[in-house]
């Protein structure tokens, strides 16, 4: 069985940093996609940053600069780095997982950003 555990969340004041972690554990090497998404409370759920299995990188237009998405294979890991924080970056942060056709989710992990 395939388990995403996210960690690196908290609070931080707007212009600080946080940096997300992602663990893959199960039968699963080198996942085709791995990426982040972000729900605030009241809104829909949507893609922060996305990377491949050939470190092909996407981000939404409102982190372009301030995160980096990376991933470390022999780990099973994917991290986001998240600088200059803004209050609008505060929501839940899942962990996405594609492999061939299957689809994996973590529990989650709250990053608050103060004004």
């Known amino acids: 069985q395939v388990q995403l555990v996210e960690s690196g969340g908290g609070l931080v004041q707007a212009g600080g940093s946080l940096r997300l972690s992602c663990a893959a554990t199960?039968?699963?090497?080198?996942?085709?996609?791995m990426g982040w998404y972000r729900q605030a409370p009241g809104k829909q759920r949507e893609l922060v940053a996305v990377i491949t299995s050939g470190s092909t990188t996407t981000y939404t237009h409102s982190v372009k600069g301030r995160f980096t998405i990376s991933r470390d294979n022999a780990k099973n890991t994917m991290y986001l780095q998240m600088n200059s924080l803004k209050p609008e970056d505060t929501a839940v942060y899942y962990c996405y997982v594609r492999h061939w056709d299957t689809n994996y989710w973590g529990q989650g992990t709250q990053v608050t950003v103060s004004s």
């Open positions: 199960g039968d699963i090497f080198s996942p085709h996609v």
